[in-house]
């Protein structure tokens, strides 16, 4: 990434960055990343299920009841005959239009709040066998840095575009990063609302629950973990 190559935003002035900031961005870019393979099989199965798990809703449509079913009409593959036995069910006939049409309206509307899911569990599954990919990066007007990547795993977007992907090459955990991972556990779990110290004196008092969630996707027992 060069200067040459970043817009300025006229209405909000221009960055103008000084080779600190261009090392910067350039070693951020320069960070191989690889899919998380168990929180990938996770979201699989989530999918594959038509399941959701906080913002990862991978929704598929859901097929409202049959009109002819909801109201106990037999399906015989004479078209116009079952019509007219449709519509001579009356206030029946048109409760049970109403009833599908609410339905239908509200599947659509779950498929297209699981829209973003869908397009970042596509572009994980064709990530999943690479050893190893990157990210491209920009700054907005204030030097912020920020991941191009917003319909893909990515560090910096939700919890479980964030939980997909780690480091392809890992470095041992110390207590500083033992410290923070704790924290975001905590967090996760709605302990929030408390100090540093008693987030992780939750995970410690509570670690042997956490690590049987981790593991009932490794026993048979996902629906249970989830």
């Known amino acids: 990434l060069s200067a040459e190559l970043l817009k300025p935003m006229e ?20 960070v191989p990343y690889k899919v998380n393979s168990f929180i990938y099989n996770i979201l699989e199965y989530i999918d594959t299920n038509n399941l959701k798990l906080g913002k990862f809703i991978p929704h598929k ?13 037999v ?10 036995e449709l519509r001579s069910k009356g206030d029946a006939f048109k409760a049970a239009k109403k ?9 659509l509307a779950l498929v297209e709040k699981g829209r973003r899911s869908k397009q970042v569990f596509r572009a ?24 191009l990547c917003k319909t893909s795993p990515e560090p ?7 939980a997909v ?9 110390d207590n500083r990063t033992k410290f923070w991972l704790s924290s975001e556990i905590a967090n ?3 302990v929030d609302k408390v100090s540093f110290g008693e987030r992780i004196k939750w995970v410690e008092d509570n670690i042997e629950y956490i690590s049987l969630v981790a593991t009932m996707f490794e026993t048979g027992k996902e629906q249970e973990a989830i």
Not at 11 to 30: A, E, F, T, W
Not at 156 to 162: C, E, F, L, S, V
């Open 165 to 173: 992907v780690c480091f392809a090459e890992p470095q041992p955990i």
């Open 75 to 84: 399906r015989t593959g004479d078209y116009q005959k079952e019509g007219e």
């Open 99 to 107: 009833e599908w049409s609410i339905q239908h309206a509200r599947q």
């Open 124 to 147: 994980l599954t064709d990530l999943h066998d690479k050893q190893e990919f990157y990210y491209p990066h920009m700054w907005d007007f204030r030097g912020r840095a920020y991941c």
């Open 11 to 30: 209405h909000k002035g221009s960055l103008q960055p000084s080779p600190i900031m261009m090392d910067y961005i350039n070693r951020l870019q320069r």
């Open 188 to 190: 996760n779990a709605v």
């Open 156 to 162: 910096q977007g939700m919890d479980y575009q964030k």
């Open 61 to 73: 449509y859901q097929k409202p009841m049959d009109l002819a079913q909801a109201i106990g009409v």
